[in-house]
T-cell receptor, first 118, second 113 residues
């Protein structure tokens, strides 16, 4: 149980284009979904937290107009990198939590998406 | 906010030996401590977690210990196998910010056959 999928696993795009990454919880309903960014040999950096039907909460320093997050259902969240540039190249990982908003519940991570912007 | 430090950054052990990874946290209010294993090019996978109301938890070859007084927790892997080779991350979560996991910097474990 507790499987999270991401699509695509790899994407290469040209500078200036937009890229959408999907995150799905396959066997549970995710009250909250999280988006992380990870640079090579570094830890995970939380970008934003999203609750179904609400606007995402972005971490300090993360541009909300550049990284658009939508959590339209309890099983799907999307991250759109708008007007991507080479510095946006990174490994993007989503996670999902099925717990109640008022409790601490574990996060189950997706397999990640490798974005390369040329 | 919470600050989590993880040591060592790299760890090499011989197959069959034990491996121990340690994390310290700064906020005494933190009450949930998961450990994740990340293989190259993949997302982190939860391997074990512990809440602040217990001091130790075991799952086969993996165990986690928590010392709330000293504010540190450790991952213990016994009888290591080559497939245990990966990067391991600890995290801590305070109840006032239940959504946010504060991650350690990671430990690259290499199990030599």
């Amino acid at each position: 149980g507790a499987v999270v999928s991401q699509h695509p696993s790899r994407v290469i795009c040209k500078s200036g284009t937009s890229v959408k990454i999907e995150c799905r919880s396959l066997d549970f309903q995710a009250t909250t979904m999280f988006w992380y960014r990870q640079f090579p040999k570094q830890s995970l950096m939380l970008m934003a937290t999203s609750n179904e039907g609400s606007k995402a909460t972005y971490e300090q320093g993360v541009e909300k107009d550049k990284f658009l997050i939508n959590h339209a259902s309890l099983t799907l969240s999307t991250l759109t990198v708008t007007s991507a540039h080479p510095e946006d190249s990174s490994f993007y990982i989503c996670s999902a939590s099925e717990g109640l908003v008022s409790s601490t519940d574990t996060q189950y991570f997706g397999p990640g998406t490798r974005l390369t912007v040329l | 906010g919470e600050n989590v430090e993880q040591h060592p950054s790299t760890l090499s052990v011989q197959e069959g030996d034990s491996a121990v990874i340690k994390c310290t946290y700064s906020d005494s209010a933190s009450n949930y401590f998961p450990w994740y294993k990340q293989e190259l090019g993949k997302g982190p996978q939860l391997i074990i977690d512990i809440r602040s109301n217990v001091g130790e938890k075991k799952d086969q070859r993996i165990a986690v210990t928590l010392n709330k007084t000293a504010k540190h927790f450790s991952l213990h892997i016994t009888e290591t196998q080559p497939e245990d080779s990966a990067v391991y991350f600890c995290a801590a979560t305070p109840p006032y910010n239940f959504n946010k996991f504060y991650f350690g910097s990671g430990t690259k474990l290499n199990v030599k056959p």
